[in-house]
């Protein structure tokens, strides 16, 4: 009997994109998985290394479309398709495949919120109730038991990391949270758009969805649990010209006679024992160069000069801790394999 029949087999759906990419990047390093199938329709029929050469080289099996996947030999799928075809999608898939959703279909638990947030109604509401919503430190004696789980948003992971414990302690006004965050411009997908060519981002910074990102509700939904109550953030996102990186500025009020050395007591007590969530040393400020092409989230806190307030600054990298290595994370608690296979690369720096 040879490695390859003690390993899980997977298949990539959407590999053709940044996170179908980083996926293949980050399962270079995992021994207890074999790649079965990769898809990509405008790219069906083509080796991996004629879509990204840094791929080549690699004993990957050649692009197909999904219809071409022989699923009964797969036991996991990642799926990396676009967000509102998804769900479709994975409602077609046979059952005993356990799946990870790098899209947006499933992560808001409401399906009406959903309609009103994408424009359309949920096409699969079944499987959304059955949906769990994966970062992977907050939910992860659910994630053992799950056949879907929805991988989070980039911007949601970045800011609930540092937030949820603190409302669930009750150190922080729920309602006066400010997130001011900004992403590369590899959060936007790979497909062209006029707002993601390099002369209309670089030299520059600018807000965008402003009062109206996708991403607000789905934060808005986890603090809500947190809280025990509804919660609405105050959340603008940006965009900045680098490839790939998050930075969330997120100012906060202290209640209930909290300090900025209990918030850290908090923080530091949460995620005690996890590779991949650390709290900076006093004095220390997180930096998207700090956590590029890892797994990492660094959190630091701040005092602010105006009285009972703290501003807590948290660094991922988009791609990795904010869609692929979420997702490998996810993945691995599924299955009962190591939580760091896989995902043990240094940031690279600078």
């Known amino acids: 009997m040879n490695a390859s029949d003690h390993r899980i087999k997977i298949a990539i759906l959407g590999a053709s994109g940044y996170t179908g990419a980083e996926l293949l990047r980050l399962l270079a390093g995992h021994r207890g998985v074999e790649i079965g199938a990769l898809t990509a329709d405008r790219h069906a029929g083509k080796p991996i290394g004629a879509v990204f050469p840094h791929l080549a080289g690699r004993a990957l099996p050649d692009l197909v479309t999904i219809d071409e996947v022989d699923f009964a030999s797969v036991q996991l799928v990642f799926c990396c398709l676009p967000h509102g075809t998804t769900q ?31 424009g359309h109604a949920h096409r699969a509401p079944a499987l959304q109730h059955e949906a769990v919503y994966g970062i992977t430190e907050l939910v992860r004696p659910a994630l053992g038991n799950a056949r879907l789980v929805a991988n989070p948003g980039c911007y949601p992971t970045a800011a609930q990391l540092p937030l949820v414990p603190l409302v669930r302690a009750g150190q922080i006004d729920a309602d006066d949270i400010i997130i001011d965050a900004k992403s590369g411009v590899t959060g936007a997908g790979r497909e062209p758009t006029q707002t993601s060519l390099f002369a209309e981002v670089a030299e520059g910074i600018a807000a965008y969805g402003v009062a109206g990102h996708r991403h607000a509700p789905e ?3 986890g603090l809500s649990v947190a809280a025990g109550r509804q919660i609405t953030v105050n959340f603008t996102p940006h965009l900045v010209p680098m490839n790939r990186g ?6 906060v009020r202290l209640t209930n006679g909290a300090s900025i050395a209990d918030l850290r007591r908090t923080l530091t007590t949460a995620y005690d024992g996890e590779p991949f969530v650390r709290i900076v040393a006093e004095g220390g400020v997180p930096a998207t160069q700090h956590v590029r092409g890892s797994n990492l989230c ?26 692929s290595g979420q997702a490998v994370q996810n993945m691995n608690a599924m299955l009962g394999l190591p939580e760091t296979s896989g995902l043990q690369q240094q940031p690279l720096f600078p």
Request: charged share 25%; net charge negative.
């Open 298 to 323: 660094l959190i630091g806190l701040a005092a602010d000069r105006i009285r009972g307030r703290v501003i807590l600054v948290a660094a991922i990298d988009n791609l990795v801790k904010g869609a």
């Open 219 to 221: 934060i808005d939904q």
């Open 246 to 251: 998050i930075l969330a500025t997120i100012y």
């Open 88 to 118: 479709e999608v994975i409602a077609t898939l046979p059952h005993h495949l356990r799946i990870v959703d790098l899209s947006a279909d499933f992560r808001l638990a409401d399906v009406e919120t959903y309609a009103k947030w994408y």
